[in-house]
Structure formats: C-alpha cells, structure tokens
C-alpha cells in the first residue's frame, strides 16, 4: 500500500529472469499518475501476473520484448493505461479475466521495424474501459471481452494475420478491417466467415420479370430465369428478395457449365412448398446424355443429397435429416475432393451412400458438361422442377469447414467481403478485408 517512488516491480534487460509470478499486491500511484506499477523488458521465462490490484499508475503493466506472460484476475481503476506491451516481440501472451478501466488504453501493443509482430495472443473474457489497439496482432485470439460504452477494439492495425475474433460485445465496439481505412461498429460484435469471395453467387434478388437472374461474384455467369408469369420476386432471407419457382416448368438456366473444380462448396437457402418426387436444387450437366452431371438437390422425404455421375456408377450420398415443407432451410454441400459433406441447417449430416462412392467427386470429375441450372434439372430432357423458393445460391472453390457453413445458416450474414449485415446493422468492408496478408475472420466456440 505505499506510494511507489518509480516502479513497483522492475526487470530490464535481464534475459535470465525466468518463472516470475507477482501475484496479491496492490499498487497505490500517485494524483499526478507518473509511476508504473510493474515493468519488465527482454524476459524470456513464463510470467504469471494475476490477482493484483492497481490504482492512480501510468501504467499498470509495461512491457517490451517479453514472451510467455498471463496476465489474470488484476483490478486496475483510475490509471492511465493498462496493459501496455512495446517495441514488438511480444509473443505468448494470455490475457484473461482482467478489469481494467482506466483514462486512456486499457491494452496497448505496438510494434517497431526490429521486431515487427506480436506472435500468439489470447485476449478473453476481460473488461476494458476503453479498450485501446494492437499492431501487428498474428495468430490472435479475441474472445468473450466487453467494452464499456463508447469503447473501441482495433486490434488489426499494421499487419494482421490468421485473426479470430468471437463473441465480443460493447456498446460500440469498433473493429477496423482495413489497416485505417473503413471501420465497422456494432452494438454486438460477433465475426464470422470472412476472406472468401463465391465463384458464383445468385443473390435471387432480381425481378425475374426481367429474365435475368445476375451473377454478383463478378465473374458475369449470369443465369436466364425461365418463369410462367411475369413477377417471380418474393421475400426471401437474405438481401431484398427470393424467386419464386413453380415446381412444373420454372428455371434459371446458363448454357455453358459456369460451375468448376474438383472440390469446394455449394451453399443455398430453399423453401421448398413441397417434395413430390424430388426437387433440384443447382445442377451441371451434359444435355447430350443422361449419364453426365453433378447437382445438389432434395428427394421425395426431404432429405438434401449430393450426386454426380461421368458415364459410371452415379455417386450419391445423402443426409439424414429431413426438411420440412413450407419452411425456410439453408443447405450445403462439401467436397475434400476426396470426400464428401452435407449440411442442413447448420448441421453436420450423417451420411447413406445410396449409389457408388463417398469419393468427393465434383463439378470437373463430371466431362462434358453444358449447363448450370438452378430449380431444375437439364439433359436430354427437363426435370425435378423446385417447387417453393430460392435465395442466395453460393459457389465456392473453398471447402468451408463445419464453423463456416454453421456461421451461414446462423448469422444470415449477406457477404463476408462486401457489404455485410450483422445483428440488423449495414457494414461497410474495403476490399483488402479480406485479403492481404492471410487475414481472415471466423466464429468459433468460446474455447
């Protein structure tokens, strides 16, 4: 409880001190805040820093060039900044179930040209008033932290890279994605899915009227929509609209096979009105024969199934779950390239292969192909017409993983590198958001 005269605990330079624990003390600065209560520099060993209590400090904890750090439990109040690491090289870090309010930066890292990153954090389950900013930040972990209101989290200034953030809240908790350029601010901030852009992507928000179903991945795939009335735009999950398809004669259709790859994904929302003998979903096929194709669709009891066939055994593999009618579903299919994954509604299904193998042949495993169709299936003839509604068909040459595709069917998130929606409010990302130095964002489980 005595007033420090510089510091509290210091270590500098000393590359020898190792295994340090400073746990259960108090801090006591001084009115004007011109003391630090620990300081260290160039440790190497592990430090524990836990249960310690700081009040009127400049800092609670300055750093620099120190691995191997928990820092836990610490009440820091009425000081400058709290957690302050410097001059990069901060690697190892463990950051959790601290309190820490204070006037300027509850957590500070930087970096300098030396010693550019600062390696493997996690920052979780902490209170910050404000919150403050990391440079740098590789293979990070930003978890289960509040910010008080008005506070911001920027940790994704210089060079982030492999960062995840997951179930952060605040008040107006700000993230910026694009090394000081746009920023996004949420009443909740919960990350998911970002860094992939679709191969192809029918959002289903045109007025098929028009007969022009748009490719908004960029790549002008565009499909014709062929429908029996005049106005086929109804309400749908994601964006402005959804179409609507007869179940006798309605389709989207593209006579080349825009569809390519020997893995990634297919991802869908569908409102199926009803089963009958089975509904389809997006296909490829040949229209010269019968024997040539690759599709997603759902059979007669509603269960989503994957088949593709090149002049062979078809390979077909379906899932256990069944859709219910008349209600809103969102589907996908996965391929290793060696296997195969099916999901509804976010869940991973238990696969029956009904006809030759779970070998994760798709879109080019099938030769010969002329056609991409959505609601429907085209070869020789026409069949298998979608009778309910479509929205938000997705291509990717990325095999999403089970916390991607339960992301998508959760969040209803409209895109991950564009405009996004979450939590009801429009986001704006730049275009290198999801790009650049291997910056990517995922939701994942509070570990």
Aim: glycine share 12%; proline share 2%; charged share 15%.
């Amino acid at each position: 409880d005595a007033a420090l005269t510089a510091y509290g605990v210091r270590s500098f330079a000393n590359y020898y001190s190792t295994e340090w624990i400073i746990s259960d003390n108090r801090f006591i600065g001084n009115a004007g805040k011109s003391l630090t209560a620990i300081v260290m520099s160039y440790m190497t060993g592990r430090k524990t820093i836990a249960d310690n209590i700081a009040k009127d400090c400049g800092s609670f904890l300055l750093a620099g060039l120190s691995d191997h750090v928990l820092v836990s439990n610490n009440q820091v109040f009425d000081c400058t900044d709290g957690i302050v690491a410097g001059s990069g090289g901060n690697d190892d870090w463990s950051v959790q179930g601290n309190r820490i309010v204070v006037t300027g930066s509850a957590l500070k890292v930087t970096h300098s040209g030396t010693h550019p990153s600062n390696q493997r954090w996690l920052v979780q389950n902490n209170f910050f008033d404000p919150c403050g900013y990391a440079y740098d930040a590789w293979d990070w972990r930003v978890g289960g932290n509040q910010v008080a209101t008005g506070g911001t989290l920027d940790v994704t200034r210089g060079d982030p890279q492999r960062l995840t953030l997951y179930y952060n809240s605040g008040d107006a908790m700000a993230v910026d994605l694009n090394q000081g350029g746009r920023t996004m601010a949420l009443g909740t901030l919960n990350l998911g899915l970002a860094g992939y852009t679709p191969d192809l992507w029918y959002k289903c928000d045109d007025n098929a009227a028009d007969k022009v179903v748009a490719d908004s991945a960029g790549g002008g795939a565009n499909l014709t929509a062929w429908v029996n009335t005049s106005t086929r735009h109804v309400a749908g999950v994601i964006g402005t609209g959804a179409l609507d398809f007869n179940g006798i004669s309605d389709r989207a259709y593209r006579n080349t096979a825009a569809a390519t790859g020997t893995s990634g994904s297919v991802t869908a929302w569908i409102y199926p009105a009803a089963f009958g003998t089975g509904i389809q979903i997006v296909t490829s096929a040949d229209e010269a024969s019968t024997t040539r194709y690759a599709g997603l669709y759902c059979d007669g009891d509603g269960k989503l199934i994957w088949n593709q066939r090149n002049a062979d055994a078809a390979d077909r593999v379906l899932g256990n779950d069944r859709m219910v009618a008349g209600e809103w579903h969102h589907v996908a299919a996965v391929s290793t390239g060696a296997a195969y994954s099916l999901y509804v509604d976010g869940q991973l299904q238990t696969l029956t292969v009904s006809s030759g193998a779970n070998n994760g042949d798709w879109w080019d495993d099938a030769t010969a192909k002329d056609n991409l169709v959505i609601g429907a299936f085209v070869t020789t003839s026409s069949s298998g017409f979608f009778s309910g509604y479509l929205d938000d068909v997705r291509v990717y040459s990325e095999v999403l993983t089970v916390a991607e595709v339960n992301y998508m069917a959760t969040a209803q998130a409209e895109t991950f590198t564009g405009a996004m929606t979450f939590n009801g409010q429009a986001v704006s990302l730049g275009a290198n958001d999801s790009g650049g130095a291997g910056y990517r964002v995922l939701r994942v489980p509070n570990p």
